[in-house]
Nanobody, 113 residues
Framework: VQLQASGGGLVQPGGSLRLSCAAS????????MGWYRQDPGKERELVAI???????NYADSVKGRFTISRDNIKNTVSLQMNSLKPEDTAVYYC????????WGQGTEVTVSS
């Protein structure tokens, strides 16, 4: 199973970015897909997750600003990030939970003026 993430980059505070992640090598048994992030020196934290049934869970810090969506046929998950803040700066990791857990390689998001 491979997770290929894209869409990170540099954006000014208040700006938007969209992260996308495509899963390959898995055809059934996906329970949930989502995004975590990690700052250097900090633990990896959940940003948002969506189940195959469409239930979502967001970190309190991103509620109302970030929206997660998923295509169950294409096995992709996206994260629309609006009103970005400097504290959103981190490496964002795509995540998949099936019979095992899988992680993407990480994509950097930097929010800075």
């Amino acid at each position: 199973v491979q997770l290929q993430a894209s869409g990170g980059g540099l954006v000014q505070p208040g700006g938007s970015l969209r992260l996308s992640c495509a899963a390959s090598g898995i055809f059934f048994g996906i329970n949930a897909m989502g995004w975590y992030r990690q700052d250097p020196g900090k633990e990896r934290e959940l940003v948002a997750i969506i189940t195959s049934a469409g239930r979502t869970n967001y970190a309190d810090s991103v509620k109302g600003r970030f929206t997660i969506s998923r295509d169950n046929i294409k096995n992709t998950v996206s994260l629309q990030m609006n009103s970005l803040k400097p504290e959103d700066t981190a490496v964002y990791y795509c995540y998949l939970r099936g019979y095992s857990e899988y992680w993407g390689q990480g994509t950097e998001v930097t929010v800075s003026s």
